[in-house]
């Protein structure tokens, strides 16, 4: 991972009065040292803060709380730190609430190995044994499997994906979740099933 990205982003946010984080597959795959191919970044900036000093950056989807900006030369996304409620279509929730603090958002992640949160002075913050876990080599949902899963059914095919790429083996509980919820595959967009096993 090129850190220079990550510092003078975070440097930037800092000036502006904000924290940024290190998350989701770009702090897995750092900590695994594996080569990182996206960055993922979380913030308590809400996108129209972000607007006050990121105006080049992309933000179509910043009603859900997502910005994409190119720096450096790469694509980078950044997400504002919040709470969700309850998933409404299988795939998206009703609603979300910003929020400051990372120990809240930790909870609406799906596995605990892509909940870490890394600061600029590469702390790293782990509030559901996710560090264990991918010391470990285990694939473990957030939470309870069941509902996580009836939340979004891609959930299935992304531990699958995970499991594969890494060599890590699922755990027992969210294999059994899985395993009864399987059916739910045929509930979501057959463009994003297909495009989550092409990866």
């Given at each position: 991972?090129d850190k220079?990205?990550?510092?003078?982003?975070?440097?930037?946010?800092?000036k502006?009065g904000?924290s940024?984080?290190i998350i989701?597959g770009?702090s897995?795959d750092?900590?695994?040292?594996?080569?990182?191919d996206?960055?993922d970044?979380?913030?308590d900036a809400?996108p129209?803060e972000?607007?006050e000093?990121?105006?080049n950056a992309?933000?179509t989807f910043?009603?859900f709380?997502?910005?994409r900006l190119?720096f450096?030369?790469?694509?980078?996304?950044?997400?504002?730190l919040r709470?969700e409620?309850?998933?409404?279509?299988?795939?998206?929730p009703k609603t979300i609430?910003?929020?400051?603090r990372?120990?809240?958002d930790?909870?609406?992640r799906d596995f605990?190995i892509n909940?870490?949160?890394?600061?600029?002075k590469?702390n790293?913050?782990?509030?559901?044994?996710?560090l264990q876990?991918l010391?470990?080599?285990?694939?473990r949902?957030?939470g309870?499997?069941?509902k996580?899963i009836?939340?979004?059914?891609l959930?299935i095919?992304?531990?699958?994906?995970f499991?594969?790429k890494?060599?890590f083996?699922?755990?027992e509980?969210t294999?059994?979740?899985i395993?009864?919820?399987?059916h739910?595959?045929?509930?979501?967009?057959?463009?994003?099933v297909?495009?989550e096993?092409?990866?």
């Amino acid at each position: 991972m090129d850190k220079t990205i990550f510092l003078d982003l975070a440097n930037l946010f800092e000036k502006y009065g904000f924290s940024l984080y290190i998350i989701g597959g770009t702090s897995r795959d750092y900590l695994l040292g594996r080569p990182v191919d996206d960055y993922d970044f979380v913030t308590d900036a809400t996108p129209d803060e972000m607007k006050e000093f990121l105006e080049n950056a992309d933000y179509t989807f910043s009603k859900f709380g997502t910005i994409r900006l190119s720096f450096y030369g790469r694509k980078v996304d950044i997400v504002t730190l919040r709470t969700e409620g309850e998933y409404a279509d299988y795939r998206h929730p009703k609603t979300i609430k910003y929020i400051r603090r990372i120990e809240e958002d930790y909870v609406r992640r799906d596995f605990t190995i892509n909940a870490l949160y890394i600061d600029k002075k590469f702390n790293v913050f782990d509030f559901c044994g996710g560090l264990q876990d991918l010391k470990n080599g285990i694939i473990r949902l957030i939470g309870d499997p069941e509902k996580r899963i009836r939340e979004d059914p891609l959930r299935i095919l992304r531990a699958e994906r995970f499991a594969k790429k890494l060599g890590f083996v699922i755990d027992e509980q969210t294999l059994k979740a899985i395993k009864n919820n399987r059916h739910l595959l045929k509930e979501l967009n057959p463009d994003k099933v297909r495009e989550e096993q092409n990866k």
